[in-house]
């Protein structure tokens, strides 16, 4: 039988060269503009009582998304190599996690944000042995959420909001008394579109 992070890498390999946004989902042309080249890891752990996704919740006092659930990540630096290295440097700074334990097994569509990013996000399996010191200016919390759950397209809620005289659409995936939603919930449905959440039942 395969081994579930070489079939994740497999179906992650997949990905088109469809632009995903913020835009794709609220249904609306995206927005001429230049984007900042950012990259978020979407650390997924291998607990012995299965598979769960690490996210964090941004501080209050961000000027972006504050309080938000986020993946760890952010813009480009001129010495990161790739979009791969920028999301592993970001998780480092942000949260502790040690690019030596990540095994990196892809990428998920490109993702343009309302706020002028395009977004690589990089998925890796993150070995359970870790611990994590949290940057406490960005990060309120690192919590983890069962990677079933967050898959599950019953889990997948649309909502939508009037944003300049317009109305927008965007995912929402609750959790316990989290509210995973916008980027953060679309990267994981698109996620869900190249695994299959049995997998991790």
Do not use: K
Not at 20 to 47: Q, S
Not at 95 to 108: D, K
Request: charge should be negative; include cysteine; charged fraction near 20%.
């Amino acid at each position: 039988m395969e081994r579930l992070p070489e079939l994740i890498r497999r179906r992650l390999a997949r990905v088109s060269d469809a632009l995903n946004g913020d835009h794709v989902v609220a249904g609306v042309a995206a927005p001429l503009r230049e984007l900042m080249p950012a990259a978020v890891l979407v650390p997924l752990v291998a607990r012995p009582e299965g598979y769960t996704v690490l996210l964090t919740r941004r501080t209050e006092h961000l000027v972006h998304h504050p309080g938000q659930v986020s993946f760890p990540g952010g813009r480009s630096e001129e010495g990161d190599a790739s979009p791969v290295a920028t999301a592993l440097r970001e998780a480092h700074e942000e949260i502790g996690l040690e690019p030596a334990l990540v095994e990196v097994l892809g990428s998920l569509d490109l993702y343009q944000t309302v706020t002028g990013f395009l977004v690589t996000p990089v998925v890796g399996l993150v070995h359970p042995s870790f611990q994590l010191t949290l940057d406490s200016f960005e990060v309120a919390e690192a919590f983890e959420v069962p990677l079933a759950h967050a898959l599950d397209p019953c889990n997948h809620q649309r909502q939508s909001r009037i944003v300049n005289g317009q109305r927008r659409e965007y995912y929402v995936i609750p959790y316990r008394h989290y509210f995973i939603w916008g980027a953060t919930a679309a990267m994981l449905v698109n996620l869900s579109t190249r695994l299959d959440a049995e997998l991790f039942r």
